[in-house]
């Protein structure tokens, strides 16, 4: 069941009621039985490999915390990383490297014909798998001791509201938060669905609204150029964002309902006046795993040391941990060339840095704005790959963003992708690019509001400031579009959205 649907908002309220009706000895059983009952909603034969993934860190960690000798250490390491990666190549990557060593044959005359192996799809692999891994090789390099409870670590790594998609949790903050007394909160309640609704704003009201339209662009995509191609990207960036930072949100308000705090994987990231600032801000969980476990690693123990590089190698670092990013995110070349894209951005930025001179720490009003404008726009001529069905289409995409700039060409081009993506009734057409336009602005002004009022601070807290007219107020216009939004998806004008990121 995805967090948008229906059967989530039935199964929600039951999971969270029972779970504080059930006796305190017996909640943590409840937990992870709820949390695979919801995994399982997905495909029931993917369950067994969260299960081997969950088993082997868990003996991995224990097998690391109880020995003496480093050797015996690494070893329990390594089989543990193994194991897990080896999964994580297997059911995602397989037939990406199969064929492209095939295509790689052929070119020298081999004359290999490729097939698809029809491979399993792990739903939320490339997250638990990061999850499982971080957990070993924190407890490795003795960050955390292994935990001995296998309920517990079952729940660290299978906790529902994180599980099909992140945020990516540490063993050190998560683990210990199942060893709480966990009670009924009326905080805690009115918390967790102000994320919530934001989450479902930022997911049904924006993203899911905006993805009719630029489907329809994506699926057509030789009827369009110009100023629409254009357009499309820069409203694709505020999809994906919406996606999965509403993901997010929804997912931290589902754990706050039950006592639980994970981490903020969102903050503001489109108002960053710089790339290394944007990684800080976008899908942080994922950022700071990168940093953690390859880039700082690859950086102290300098592997390259061996062939003359006396210096850290960090620029080689960046674009390892990049290259990795664009890969993780999905075994394509056009994932593969966004990360060499911001590969490329971030070194740029470092070398600029570097040979020019450093950056303002308190630029004015202008500059601030310009480098705003131009790491989002960098961002989003990322996205087109990102976005693109498959690399020839991202090719051409970017060959016909200057071929028609007529205006007159662009409303005609924006009619035809809605009228596709949504309903052709002329005055429906217009509604949907009135709400379209109002959401964004509201999205974009949340993110103002949070980057220059609550200088980084959850939304949530300031609800908690607001005069409770304006309070009720607030909620009854977020539960509006929301309902307009879904209405749209699934009133005969399309289907439950499914999250980006859920396919990762």
């Known amino acids: 069941m995805l967090f948008n649907s229906v059967p989530y908002m039935i199964f929600l309220p039951i999971a969270v009621l029972l779970y504080y009706i059930v006796p305190a000895k017996f909640q943590k059983i409840y937990l992870l039985l709820v949390s695979y009952y919801f995994y399982a909603c997905f495909d029931l034969r993917a369950l067994p490999f969260l ?26 390491m390594i089989i543990a990383l193994v194991i897990n990666i080896g999964m994580l190549l297997v059911f995602k990557y397989f037939n990406f ?23 399993l799809f792990v739903t939320g692999i490339s997250f638990f798998t990061f999850q ?10 003795k960050k955390i001791k292994a935990e001995k409870d296998l309920l517990t670590y079952s729940l ?32 805690n309640t009115v918390s967790g669905l102000q994320l919530m609704a934001i989450g479902f704003f930022k997911k049904i009201a924006v993203a899911d609204v905006l993805a009719m339209f630029i489907t329809s662009v994506h699926n057509n995509l030789h009827e369009y150029s110009g100023i629409i191609l254009i357009f499309t990207a820069f409203a694709y960036s505020i999809q994906l964002y919406g996606d999965f930072s509403g993901y997010s949100d929804i997912a931290r308000g589902s754990a706050k309902l039950l006592d639980f705090d994970i981490v903020d994987n969102f903050n503001t990231p489109y108002f960053s ?26 950086v102290w123990t300098n592997p390259l040391c061996r062939f003359g590089y006396e210096k850290p190698p960090v620029i080689v670092a960046i674009w390892i941990v990049f290259l ?30 570097k040979y020019y001179k450093k950056p303002d720490k308190h630029p004015k009003p202008v500059k601030y704005w310009g480098k705003v404008i131009w790491v989002f726009t960098l961002v989003t001529f990322s996205q087109i790959f990102f976005r693109a069905n498959t690399l020839k289409d991202a090719f051409w995409y970017i ?59 959850c939304l949530t807290t300031v609800f908690l400031t607001m005069k409770q007219p304006y309070r009720i107020l607030c909620y009854y216009i977020l539960v509006g579009l929301i309902m307009a939004g879904f209405i749209m998806q699934n009133g005969g004008y399309g289907s439950s959205a499914n999250f980006i990121y859920a396919n990762f």
């Open 51 to 76: 299960l081997i993934s969950t088993l082997v860190s868990y003996l991995a960690g224990k097998a690391i915390d109880s020995k003496e000798d480093d050797k015996q250490r690494k070893y329990a």
């Open 97 to 119: 490297f199969a064929e492209n060593i095939v295509s790689l044959a052929n070119v020298f005359g081999a004359n290999i014909e490729f097939k698809k192996f029809n491979i």
């Open 132 to 141: 499982s891994v971080g957990y070993v090789v924190d407890v490795y390099l």
């Open 156 to 187: 660290f790594i299978g906790f529902f509201p994180h599980v099909l998609a992140g945020p990516i949790s540490r063993g050190a903050k998560l683990i210990p938060q199942f060893y709480k007394e966990h009670k009924f909160s009326y905080s």
């Open 273 to 298: 006046t710089s790339f290394s600032q944007f990684w800080t801000k976008w899908h942080i969980s994922l950022s700071s795993w990168f940093q953690d476990y390859i880039f700082t690693p690859f």
């Open 324 to 353: 990795t990013s664009g890969l993780w995110h999905g075994s394509a070349w056009t994932f593969i060339i966004w990360g060499m894209l911001h590969a490329i951005y971030r070194t740029g930025e470092d070398l600029m840095r």
């Open 399 to 457: 060959g016909h963003l200057f071929s028609n700039l007529s205006l007159s060409v662009f409303k005609a081009d924006l009619y035809n992708a809605v009228s596709t993506g949504f309903d052709a009734t002329p005055m429906l057409v217009y509604a949907y690019i009135g709400y379209a336009i109002l959401v964004v602005a509201i999205l974009v002004y949340i993110d103002w509001y949070r980057q220059f009022r609550l200088k980084g601070k």
